[in-house]
């Protein structure tokens, strides 16, 4: 059954210095935001929301495209010290039920990751006597998941194809131009711009940080039915197409 091999690969990471790392990376973000609201313009922008903008663009422009590229790295690092995944086809084991059950759980470490970070700004917010925005975070956490989690088989079939350094390069090279096509007319064909366009209308600012004005089409809140599709579809397609290249190349 499937929940077996969720169950395992979930356990795999349970005590690892891999899931430490999706709890320290939104530490190391709203320890950083926090500072930095201390040096915030006087009356430049309401305590909250400058909160709330910040972790979640810093963590969607910065964050995503390269702490994953960074965790999903290390990943297959690991699997390639235990064996390199040859050791599953003694054990009559279906390699892309593997490979598909890889994917699902860094998605939920993914998950949990942005979910501490929401539950870190609430509790900042609280500490700072702002008003606690609720409904955003909520909203931000659920589209800045679902937006990138697509990038799990993208970032798993490079590593294990091609090690942490491309994975790396690939993860910079994907921040740049998701932020730049963030803004694009054809933002959705890239997967490092969904949840970077999707957040402009929640958190009501430009993918590079700066508040919007009440007329800009970034404004529109139609993308973000838009984004979440476009982002199922990728993830699902990415995570077939991946594992079959990895059944076959496993097996070779």
């Known amino acids: 059954m499937m929940t077996n091999y969720l ?12 899931k ?13 935001v926090y500072l930095m609201h201390y040096f915030m313009p006087e009356g430049f922008m309401d305590t909250a929301d400058f909160i709330i903008i910040t972790s979640f663009n810093w963590w969607t422009v910065l964050f995503v495209p390269i702490g994953t590229a960074f965790l999903v790295g290390l990943v297959s690092i690991m699997e390639k010290k235990a064996g390199n995944y040859r050791i599953f086809l003694s ?6 039920k593997i490979w598909i059950s890889k994917v699902v759980t860094i998605g939920i470490f993914m998950l949990y990751s942005v979910a501490f970070l929401a539950l870190l700004v609430v509790l900042i917010e609280i500490i700072l006597g702002g008003q606690i925005k609720i409904k955003e975070i909520i909203t931000s956490t659920l589209i800045t998941w679902v937006g990138s989690v697509n990038l799990v088989p993208i970032y ?10 491309l994975t790396l390069f690939v993860g910079i090279v994907g921040m740049v131009i998701g932020a730049i096509m963030a803004v694009k007319h054809y933002w959705f064909f890239v997967p490092w711009s969904l949840s970077l366009r999707m957040l402009s209308p929640i958190l009501k600012v430009h993918p590079n940080g700066i508040p919007l004005k009440a007329n ?37």
């Open 7 to 18: 169950t395992a690969e979930y356990l795999k990471y349970r005590r690892t210095s891999i």
């Open 20 to 32: 430490r790392l999706f709890f320290m990376l939104p530490i190391l973000l709203i320890l950083v």
């Open 91 to 96: 054990r009559n084991l279906s390699l892309q």
């Open 156 to 165: 798993l079939f490079i590593s294990t194809f091609a090690g942490l350094i």
């Open 216 to 252: 800009d089409v970034l404004l529109n809140p139609s993308v973000i039915q838009i984004g979440l599709f476009v982002s199922v579809i990728y993830f699902l397609t990415f995570t077939f197409l991946s594992s079959l290249w990895f059944q076959k190349e496993v097996i070779k």
